[in-house]
């Protein structure tokens, strides 16, 4: 497999000037023949994917294996076809486009099978479940040519593009470390589990073995996997690195022009084989780019944790963010938060700043007008599918305990077979998918 990460950085530069115009290509109005769109997935974040895509547009198609969800999407988008298995739904002609809002574990399989169908996607994040299916999945991609985007919707706002303007610009000067938290899982969803010894009936409106998919056979337990709390389960989910990841450090990746890690250090409670980690902390060190320093460390906190308060030079009575980023550079610190808007600190030395005028633009339809030829997406997998790697590889660091050399040309960790196991998973058997496992 090739590396994805010098298209990547080609990809940055060339889309730079696009996202921070989007405010103004979003202000156009764009008219397009209705894009028939199947959507996988219709349950919480799949709703909300699917509502969003619909708008101008048509549903043609809906599928989930819990069918009180399925019913509802049906009752809103009444002459959609409805299915339980995606793999029959992928067999329907006549569409042009598919959204993919299933648990992490399932992301890969629907994805890369759409993609081999010809069917441009909108999968949520992160793209994959491993590693090594995110590389898949963006060499699939390109060498399809379809139209791609991942679901990292902050991208499109207006606080976000404003973060990335200041770092080009050079407004707190060279970057050298960035700090990047969350309060997630926290009340979210439970980690540091057990597997139960007990078992319970499946409902019959639940198709449990269409559920679990390529992941590796157990009982129900109700509600500890399915609908939500699937999330803190390794065989289905990617902690809280892959739930918040993905959002919190693709301003990050993308601000600074980051390409691909040369080591990954992570620390947190002993890794269960069954469960992700109360709380984890992770260390990425990258090559430098033109708006950092030589090198730059990028840190992740989780669970709540988050870097020394001293560290934000912030004024006493700030308020701070459960979730957000700190770019420390040579001439100040820029905070972004999820959701506050950009700051800039210490305040006085940065009184004077003005910040441009900008606006939010719809993360959805710019994929559904991209579809239609219209535009170009933010977010592809020439994007993304590196952005989740790296993600990922944090995961891979915490389970391994051990410090990642990480070679992104032949996609493994140098000297650490310990940790390259880590960066894929057999797939159950029956679940085979031809290119992932």
Request: hydrophobic content about 35%.
């Amino acid at each position: 497999m090739t590396s994805p990460f010098l298209d990547r950085r080609t990809f940055l530069h060339s889309a730079a000037a696009t996202a921070l115009l989007g405010p103004l290509i979003a202000k156009a109005q764009t008219t397009h023949d209705p894009v028939k769109i199947a959507c996988v997935g219709v349950g919480g974040k799949g709703w909300s994917d699917m509502m969003e895509c619909s708008k101008g547009n048509e549903i043609v198609a809906i599928c989930d294996i819990d069918e009180g969800r399925l019913l509802k999407a049906g009752e809103q988008f009444p002459k959609a076809k409805k299915f339980a298995d995606w793999r029959k739904l992928l067999e329907m002609p006549g569409i042009d486009a598919v959204t993919i809002s299933t648990p992490d574990h399932m992301h890969a399989p629907v994805t890369l099978t759409a993609i081999q169908a010809g069917k441009h996607v909108y999968a949520q994040k992160p793209l994959t479940h491993s590693v090594k299916e995110s590389r898949t999945l963006t060499e699939a991609a390109r060498e399809a040519g379809v139209v791609t985007q991942m679901g990292i919707q902050h991208h499109a706002t207006a606080r976000l593009k404003l973060a990335v303007d200041a770092l080009r610009k050079g407004v707190v000067g060279k970057v050298h470390e960035v700090h990047v938290w969350t309060d997630r899982p926290g009340t979210f969803w439970k980690q540091g589990l057990t597997r139960p010894e007990h078992h319970d009936p499946v409902p019959k409106t639940v198709a449990w073995d269409l559920w679990l998919g390529v992941a590796p056979e157990r009982p129900y337990v109700a509600p500890l996997y399915h609908p939500f709390h699937w999330r803190g389960w390794w065989d289905f989910g990617t902690g809280a690195l892959g739930d918040m990841g993905c959002h919190l450090l693709d301003p990050v990746i993308h601000g600074l022009e980051l390409g691909a890690p040369k080591s990954v250090t992570a620390e947190g409670p002993e890794p269960s084989p069954e469960s992700g980690p109360l709380w984890c902390e992770v260390q990425y060190t990258f090559p430098g780019t033109s708006h950092t320093t030589d090198e730059v460390l990028v840190h992740w906190y989780e669970a709540g944790r988050q870097p020394d308060r001293k560290l934000f030079d912030a004024p006493q009575d700030w308020a701070g963010s459960k979730n957000g980023v700190l770019y420390r550079g040579s001439e100040g610190n820029l905070f972004v938060g999820f959701p506050e808007m950009p700051e800039i600190f210490p305040k006085a030395k940065f009184a004077d700043y003005e910040w441009p005028e900008m606006s939010d633009h719809n993360h959805y339809q710019e994929w559904t007008n991209a579809v239609a030829g219209i535009g170009k997406t933010s977010c592809p997998f020439e994007y993304s599918g590196p952005l989740t790697e790296t993600v990922l590889l944090g995961n891979v660091a915490y389970r391994s305990q051990s410090k990642i050399h990480w070679n992104t040309e032949k996609l493994i960790c140098e000297g650490n077979p310990g940790a390259t196991q880590f960066l894929h998973r057999e797939y159950r058997k029956g679940w085979s998918i031809p290119n992932l496992g």
